[in-house]
C-alpha cells in the first residue's frame, strides 16, 4: 500500500475479530518499531507482547474496556530511561523514543490489514504489577493488535494552518 494511503486508512479500532494474527505480521510490525529512529540511535525500548487469552481479567485492571483485551495481542510500549539519551537540560527521551517505536509498529499494523488503538488511560501501577516491571522500566502506552471489527468513522482533524507556524 502507499504510504500516504497507509496514514488514511489508519485508525483507531475499538473492535477486533478473535482471529488471531499470524506470527510473520507479529515479526513485521515488530521489526518495524525496531527500525524507528530514536535518540543518539539508543533504541530505549522494550515492547511486551502479551497475548490476551486468559489474561482478560489482569489486562482489564490496565484499562477496563472490554474491547482492549478483546484482540488477540496486546503490546506495551515501555521506555527504558537508564539507557535514553538526555538532553543539556535533562529531558530524558526515553518516552519519545518509545513513542516513535510504538508509531512505527501501528502503521506497519495498518499496511498489513491490522488494527491498533493506541492506549495512554492506563493504571501505571496495574501495569507495573502485572508486568513485573523495574524502576528504570517506564509503560508508555499500550495497544491491541488484531483484526478489525468495526469500520472506521469519520477522522476530524484540525486545519493544517492551526498546526503549522511558517517561521517568522
Request: charged share 25%; aromatic share 8%; hydrophobic share 45%.
Amino acid at each position: 500500500m502507499e504510504f500516504s494511503e497507509v496514514i488514511k486508512r489508519r485508525y483507531s479500532v475499538r473492535a477486533y475479530q478473535a482471529k488471531p494474527v499470524e506470527e510473520d505480521k507479529l515479526q513485521k510490525v515488530l521489526e518495524a518499531a525496531r527500525l524507528a529512529p530514536t535518540a543518539a540511535n539508543r533504541q530505549p525500548f522494550l515492547l511486551i507482547v502479551i497475548h490476551t487469552k486468559g489474561r482478560e481479567s489482569e489486562l482489564k485492571r490496565i484499562y477496563g474496556r472490554d474491547w482492549f483485551c478483546q484482540a488477540p495481542i496486546v503490546i506495551c510500549a515501555c521506555a527504558v530511561t537508564s539507557e535514553a539519551w538526555t538532553r543539556m537540560d535533562g529531558k530524558n527521551y526515553g518516552t519519545v523514543d518509545a513513542t516513535i517505536a510504538l508509531d512505527h509498529l501501528i502503521l506497519a499494523a495498518a499496511d498489513l490489514g491490522l488494527g491498533t488503538c493506541w492506549v495512554a488511560a492506563f493504571n501505571p501501577a496495574a501495569v507495573k504489577e502485572i508486568l513485573r516491571l523495574p524502576a528504570d522500566i517506564e509503560p508508555v502506552a499500550f495497544t491491541p493488535l488484531g483484526y478489525p471489527a468495526d469500520e472506521p468513522g469519520l477522522k476530524k482533524r484540525k486545519a493544517l494552518s492551526h498546526l503549522v507556524r511558517l517561521e517568522k
